[in-house]
């Protein structure tokens, strides 16, 4: 029994030795994240499961959309290369597991930032990279051109694991509406689902409806409703506990915005480097040494403009340019009437 | 000693590791969360419940909808398996070769495609509520859902003290019936008698009026110009109807094999034996073949039926709220606990493959040869 006991004793001081020498390890490191992105040689990101113009992939396997393209930057700033980047497809309702449980390094999947999430499940939201709001999608031949003509039997089609779910209970009781929610895992299945007339209507952020209506076999046959029934700020998603790999994400964002605002494009990124203007010479990289304080080099941001572009020119590619959303609203820039508005990089 | 040690080391382990891992992201742990309002509604619930209800009541509301649906395939795999299986003994070459074929099919074809099938081929081809023809006369079945006549009863308990009644009579005159038989060796129709009884007395209280039923039919009521349901009567959600109709269907092929094994182990000379005595064929199934064949039938349809109640996780994929997608779904995803969810959601599982189990070996032991 004493020997049972001795030998339980060992095992237990073993375990809590090796279990205290890898956490006091990992403290000593600057950012865990970065280092073990830049040993795989890949920026490990979690994207939709197919939402054309946010992250969607062709019939080669070739990912696009503004959240792709976000992560192509990081990837771009860290390991010199926007191309290299391993993209997970994840369901709404798998995507902070994956985060959290250190699967994904970035989530960039068009996911809402509340307090809730910010604060409650170790996940800290960077930016908002798409200001969005919950709409409605009804056939047209159903003659309803406002939610103010809802009555009560109604069945919507949506997501489970968004926000979306709390919102349309909110919106129905506040008008005193029964529904009925149906609601599916994947995207897919609610757009099958409403296309084949199981709902009344379907109930997702406006930019998403704009994009699955695109999959649908008449999409001209159905009409997104005005009303917009919350707010919706999308943006990227990082574990808590790594502030430098959430510093470089973050900024990776506000470059390519920033970059817009000066008028710095893919194209014309090398030759700014002779820029009179202090501001555009440092997030081409020629003037301050702005990469240091995240373990990068000086031309981390400047890879980010020319592989990648300003956030202009990813949204021209993936959202205006394929018919999704032509009208940038809210996010135009805020010198030109949106609310994009971002830190100076200095 | 020492695989008791190892076992308590590798969990001790794990618990610490996630306990550490859990503290470095930020994640705390906690069953508080169950006391929540959970705001977000169920398409389709037992019991009444809204967002402004607790998380702990959507996970009620989940398990039920997941021992509805375990329940209704159970009660339909058997009724379907057990037709095939003895189908499969026909002499008539037809019946035979269409129940193999059935078996063959079904049980080789991967679940999830059969669920897919019957949700968006067969379902989605059913007509919009306003083109439905009446299925009984008072039913219709849409693509928006079954929608069936709400009972609407008044003393509905009254009736449930008739049947019970009925039931407690039907005991005393079977065992009267089988003193009968071995004191005077006369038999009396015992099933006859006993549908008569459970029908005699439920009618009795109908016709004093002691209990009333009222009958409300669904009525199409429109929405919008083109949309419409059918309001008043009740909704038979068609994921439902999918998952049911999958399960038991795939479930069945199983629970048919169980059953010709069960029919097959059955030496010819006990049938020929039985005939010898004088036993009609309908005796010899009921008092000679089945209680053998039970014996080898039950141990294996435990098994299907334990794999049924574990399939029925499949409703996530086509959107019937069932434990996996309200609990460790949606309600994981508003409140982020994913450790707390998952292992809830484990031990219902477990729970309930426990509990048919255990139901299945008390009759098992009971159908068993008692040794005297």
Known sequence: ?346 | MLTLLFVVSVIGFFTINAQLNMDERGIDFGFGFLNQESSFDVQFSLIEYDGSHSYAKAYLVGLLNTILVSVLGIIFCTIIGVIVGVARLSPNYLIRNTAAWYVEFFRNVPLLLQIFFWYYAALRALPLPENTEPLFGVTYLTVKGYYIPRLIWENFDILLYSILAAIISIVVIKNYAKKLQEEKGQQLPVFLISVGLLLLFPAITFVTGMVQLKVALPVLKQLSKTSFIYADGISVPPELLALVLALSLYTATFVAECVRAGIQGISKGQKEAAASVGLTPNQILKLVIMPQALRIIIPPTTNQYLNLTKNSSLAAAIAYPDLVLVFAGTALMQTGRAIEIVSITMLTYLTLSLAISLLMNWYNKKIAIKEK
């Open chain 1, 1 to 346: 029994m004493l020997r049972t006991l001795k030998t339980l004793m060992y095992l237990l001081t073993s375990i809590a030795l090796l279990v205290s020498f890898e956490t006091g390890a990992m403290a000593a490191k600057k950012s865990k994240t970065l280092k073990k992105t830049q040993k795989m040689g890949f920026v490990r990101c979690g994207v939709s499961q197919g939402l054309p113009g946010f992250s969607n992939a062709d019939a080669s396997g070739n990912w696009t959309g503004v959240d792709v393209d976000l992560c192509r930057a990081v990837a771009a700033a860290t390991l010199g290369d926007s191309g290299k980047v391993k993209f997970f497809p994840l369901s709404a309702k798998e995507r902070f597991t994956a985060l959290t449980s250190g699967e994904i390094d970035v989530l960039s999947r068009n996911t809402t930032w509340t307090l809730s999430r910010d604060a409650d499940i170790g996940l800290t939201f960077v930016g908002v990279n798409f200001y969005d709001g919950q709409g409605f999608m009804v056939r047209k031949s159903s003659g309803i051109t406002s939610t103010s003509q809802f009555k009560s039997g109604i069945s919507a089609c949506t997501n489970i694991g968004t926000t979306t779910e709390l919102n349309m209970r909110d919106f129905f009781n506040s008008k005193g509406i029964k529904y009925e929610p149906v609601a599916f895992e994947k995207a897919d299945e609610v757009v099958a689902a409403y296309d084949a007339g199981r709902c009344d209507t379907y109930t997702t952020d406006k930019s998403g409806l704009a994009a699955q209506r695109t999959k649908l076999s008449k999409p001209d046959d159905h009409i997104v409703l005005p009303e917009t029934i919350s707010k919706e700020p999308l943006g990227p998603v990082v574990r808590q506990g790594d502030s430098v790999w959430e510093d470089i994400v973050r900024w990776s964002l506000n470059v390519m915005i920033e970059a817009e605002e000066y008028g710095i494009t893919s194209a014309n990124a090398d030759s700014m480097k002779s820029s009179e203007n202090p501001a555009i010479k440092r997030l081409v990289g020629a003037e301050g040494e702005l990469g240091a304080a995240f373990g990068l080099d000086n031309d981390w941001s400047l890879r980010i403009i020319k592989q990648v572009g300003n956030y202009g020119e990813s949204y021209k590619r993936n959202i205006a340019d394929t018919g999704i959303l032509p009208d940038r609203g809210p996010n135009q820039l805020w010198t030109k009437g949106g609310i994009l508005y971002v830190p100076p990089a200095r």
